[in-house]
């Protein structure tokens, strides 16, 4: 609880140096310039991944459909590409969406920058003023992503120690079991040992007895 409880802590304070707003912003694709918007996310590349396959889940939409990671293969000039996606301001109006998930820059592997396309379909991208109803729309649906990113990443910590957690529990009761196998062959090995001492005992006063005999056919043979 108290890794979490900073973890979070970790997280408002890198929110609080990035604005949570997307900016409108030229993004080539396919060597052409197209209107779009960029957002600035405090994760790693892999966290910004998750947080938008969970954003996109949430409008009912279903990027995974043969496995974990399918939705990678649709891919288009390096942005993942989702058709017939409906945003939650729209009237069930279908989009395709375009991003890109990028890490801002070498030194800031913790940052990401992600791009967005929204097009109608067949790359007929739109903009702020060729649509701007859906343009505000997509605004909004990529600022959600601040808050999301926060939240996903709590839950993948908090999956990881949930993990972590289990694997010790589970070495723990191996370890106790090898204890009480242990403890288990130390009191058999004990029971070895005293029967051991008496079989010694009962040899040695059979060594007595047969010594002393040998000695005292000696002292006849020595008389005669």
């Known amino acids: 609880m108290r890794k979490l409880i900073v973890l979070a802590f970790v997280l408002s304070a890198g929110f609080s140096s ?29 966290m910004a991944e998750g947080t938008l396959l969970q954003k996109l889940k949430e409008t009912g939409y279903k990027p995974e459909t043969t496995g974990a990671m399918f939705w990678k293969r649709n891919t288009k000039d390096g942005f993942y590409v989702f058709n017939g996606v409906q945003l ?3 009237n069930n ?11 801002k820059s070498r030194k800031e592997k913790d940052i990401s920058v992600m791009s967005m396309l929204v097009s109608k ?4 991208f739109i903009s702020a003023q060729s649509d701007p109803t859906t343009f505000a729309a997509a605004t909004g649906f990529l600022n959600g992503f601040v808050a999301n990113t926060a939240s ?28 009480k196998s242990l403890r288990k062959k130390i009191e058999e090995l004990n029971a070895d040992l005293v029967n ?26 020595v008389k005669n």
């Open 18 to 46: 990035i604005s949570g707003q997307s900016t409108s912003s030229t993004i080539e694709i396919d060597d052409k310039m197209q209107p779009g918007l960029r957002i600035e996310l405090a994760s790693n590349t892999d």
């Open 88 to 90: 939650p301001d729209l």
């Open 93 to 103: 109006e279908k989009l395709d969406l375009y991003f890109k998930v990028e890490r």
């Open 121 to 124: 379909g067949y790359d007929n």
């Open 152 to 179: 996903y990443s709590l839950q993948q910590e908090l999956l990881q120690q949930e993990k972590d957690l289990a694997d010790a529990e589970k070495k723990m009761e191996k370890l106790q079991d090898e204890d």
């Open 196 to 221: 051991n001492r008496v079989s010694i005992e009962q040899q040695a006063a059979e060594v007595a007895k047969l010594r002393a005999a040998v000695e005292a056919l000696k002292q006849r043979s």
